[in-house]
């Protein structure tokens, strides 16, 4: 390989470089690069193909010119499904169950493989904590337990056991590191985060990538410990590589390393170039800093020849694992990609991922309704097509039903769909024996670049709600949301509270089948909601205060003078139709890798029921600050009405570890006390 050739590997460009026919931009502003078509067809990778043909058009255009004819690695956005669409990585995580997680991405692959892309930019493994970030989404929520479970089953579930099988993809782990800590909550900025948490608690969604193998991480477009994790060595050397032991493929985020010269940390192309090089970072993405001035560095006695070609050497072992090598249309299948999405089996799966995660939160006896219902249907979102969520690309909202559609197919109830209400309206909700109003943000405001300054409802929604809850009390809200929005104060005086991150495809009959009963909700909160804005960013399991507050008279505790410091439902937090009961819970087996406990539970309600049961650790006595309760174990039980069951709850070991002040890894030294949750029920249990 020249140095031309070996430089090229290593840089990726969205499919419009190659032709302005091609144009399908999914990733961020197109900036004028200085790329020639000779450097043009000798790059490694494309991102973000519209399809079949277009992945067939490019391969074959780029092969035909290219001397060493190493074929194009094809990779793309697939975050929570193809064309059959997913619940939001949040909203799987409301779920607590790694198998919902492992299935959506194994689905999501096979559906993708068909149009010939290779990777994924999945799972975003960044713990995130901070609702005013629109990135939540994508998500498992904010606690480093549920991140490590959730990541580890999706990058299982889209690489499966091999990577030669042509119906899987290669997962990206993303964005190394601590992207979900930024600054205000807002994209592209910086990440405050101390070098404790960010070994404790920020780390451990990345760990999940190596641990299962994930061949590709991504670099993160925020600044860590002051350097652009892009250019940082610290970050990428120190911590990915070394610390956790990753040896795969580390590409920048988009246009993220020519943006070091924004972050005012490197001033030229070379020094960019050569700063990206040193902290072992592989693929750029999409601007041309690596092609134009890799070779002069290296001419130049600047940058060893070495360094470059064990980056190229990993992106060509990432070829050859794939089976691209072997056959440049790997996976490719034009026929299967026109019938396999949305197909009665995928969108089955859907369903079934999406049925456990709607969110009960509260509920005086007005929900399920039944069909007899006096009820009435109030809010626009019921008429809201886009249920897929963001970065759902390949999805097609005119395809999928929204609430209202269900409903009116469904049942002969009386839907308003407006959130401005005119007198018949009032009339009507006025004489109704419920009124179910439907509340919340639409897929264009969360996801990427979709920050808020106040994630609440908007203006016209909460006013809304105070009409409708001041004529008529017998008010169960609806909420859909990207994120943990802030709810209006009064919100408890809701006879029924339910909120639903969006689900995706099955969306409205999930939704439909949960408010009439045909399902159970069983999902719980995998991020704190806060009361008030000015609480963010809030999570539950924080760290303990020198001076709590509870309610003390003494002034000199941790409070607001003007506000509350708990939370309006903590992580994990999810009523059901139906009610248990913890009867027994006790130690069954421990070895290297687990303690296992039984937990004995009863269906004490009327109807079948699933729900999460946690395990809390209490934090043994260590020298560093950490939370007073760490979660170590979760597990969905189901029981029938009346029935009683014993389940095993696993609680791994190496959950069980902190970080000391030299920021080494130690495992807490037992006997330990874990306490075993159930909706409110608690039982502790000695280990
Ligand atoms: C975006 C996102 C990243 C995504 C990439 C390619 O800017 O930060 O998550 O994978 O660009 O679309």
Redesign the pocket.
């Known amino acids: 390989m020249t140095l031309e050739e070996k430089v090229g590997q290593l840089h990726q460009v969205p499919p419009f470089f190659f032709s302005d026919s091609l144009v399908n931009e999914?990733?961020?502003p197109l900036r004028k690069y200085k790329i020639s078509e000779a450097q043009l067809y000798r790059v490694g990778s494309i991102?973000?193909t519209a399809g079949p043909e277009e992945m067939r058009q490019l391969q074959t255009m780029y092969l035909e010119k290219s001397r060493l004819k190493i074929p194009l690695l094809f990779?793309?956005?697939i975050?929570h499904g193809y064309k059959t669409i997913f619940p939001i990585p949040l909203a799987i995580a409301a779920t607590m169950d790694v198998e919902r997680s492992r299935l959506a991405a194994k689905i999501a692959a096979k559906e993708a493989a068909t149009s010939g892309i290779h990777v994924t930019?999945?799972p975003?493994a960044d713990l995130a904590r901070d609702a005013r970030w629109g990135?939540v989404m994508?998500s498992s929520g904010e606690d480093p337990f549920l991140n490590y479970q959730m990541t580890y089953a999706a990058v299982k579930g889209y690489q499966g056991e091999s990577l030669k099988d042509p119906s899987t993809l290669a997962a990206?782990g993303?964005?190394v590191v601590a992207?979900g800590a930024a600054v205000a909550g807002k994209?592209y900025t910086q990440a405050e985060v101390s070098k404790h948490s960010l070994y404790q608690y920020y780390l451990e969604g990345y760990r999940a990538c190596v641990d299962a193998e994930a061949e590709l991480l991504?670099s993160?477009?925020n600044v860590v410990e002051g350097v652009p994790s892009t250019v940082s060595p610290f970050v990428l050397k120190t911590l990915i590589r070394q610390h956790l032991g990753f040896k795969g493929v580390i590409i920048s985020?988009?246009?993220?390393l020519n943006e070091a010269q924004f972050h005012h940390v490197t001033h030229t192309g070379e020094e960019t170039a050569l700063k990206g090089m040193q902290a072992t970072l592989d693929i750029e993405?999409s601007s041309g800093i690596y092609q134009n001035y890799i070779i002069p560095l290296i001419k130049k006695g600047q940058l060893s020849e070495r360094l470059l070609d064990q980056a190229v050497l990993r992106v060509l072992q990432l070829k050859e694992k794939i089976g691209l090598l072997d056959d440049p249309f790997r996976g490719l299948n034009p026929a299967l990609e026109a019938t396999l999405p949305l197909s009665e089996a995928h969108y089955q799966a859907a369903y079934d991922v999406a049925k456990a995660s709607p969110i009960l939160l509260q509920n005086e006896g007005v929900l399920p309704l039944n069909k007899e219902d006096d009820v009435v249907f109030v809010g626009s979102l019921l008429d809201e097509q886009n249920l897929l969520g963001a970065w759902a690309w390949h999805g097609e909202a005119e395809r999928t039903a929204s609430l209202g559609m269900v409903l009116r197919q469904r049942y002969s109830h009386e839907l308003i769909p407006f959130d401005t209400l005119n007198e018949t309206h009032v009339a009507r909700i006025q004489n109704a024996k419920k009124v179910v109003v439907v509340v919340g943000e639409r897929s264009k405001e969360f996801g990427?670049?979709r920050s808020k300054v106040s994630p609440t409802l908007s203006e016209e929604h909460i006013q809304l709600w105070h009409q409708v809850i001041a004529i008529n009390p017998s008010v169960i809200t609806l909420v859909l949301a990207g994120r943990p929005l802030v709810l209006p104060s009064k919100i408890e005086t809701s006879k029924g509270l339910l909120y639903s991150f969006y689900l995706g495809s099955a969306m409205a009959d999930v939704l439909a089948d949960t408010l009439f009963g045909q399902l159970n909700p069983s999902g719980t909160l995998p991020m704190t909601l806060a009361r008030e804005v000015g609480q963010l960013p809030l999570h539950t399991l924080s760290l303990p205060t020198g001076r709590p507050f509870e309610g003390k008279t003494y002034t000199y505790t941790s409070h607001y003078i003007e506000g509350v410091n708990s939370p309006l439902y903590p992580l994990g937090y999810g009523l059901s139709y139906t009610s248990f009961s913890l009867l027994k819970a006790k130690k069954m087996h421990e070895n290297d890798q687990a303690i296992l406990l039984e937990v004995t539970i009863k269906n004490t309600g009327t109807i079948p029921g699933e729900h999460p049961v946690f395990a809390y650790l209490h934090t043994p006595p260590v020298p560093v600050a950490l939370p007073e309760k760490t979660l170590v174990g979760v597990s969905r039980i189901s029981l029938d009405a009346g029935a009683t069951q014993t389940f095993t709850v696993t609680l791994p070991k190496h959950h069980f570890y902190y970080y000391d002040t030299q920021y080494r890894r130690q495992s807490f030294l037992g006997p330990f006390t874990v306490t075993v949750s159930l909706i409110g029920e608690t039982l502790d249990v000695s280990c």
Do not use: N, P, Q, T
């Open positions: 999914v990733a961020g991102l973000g990779m793309a956005d975050i930019f999945s975003m990135r994508e990206c993303k964005h992207y994209d991504m993160s477009f985020d988009y246009d993220s993405m990427e670049a």
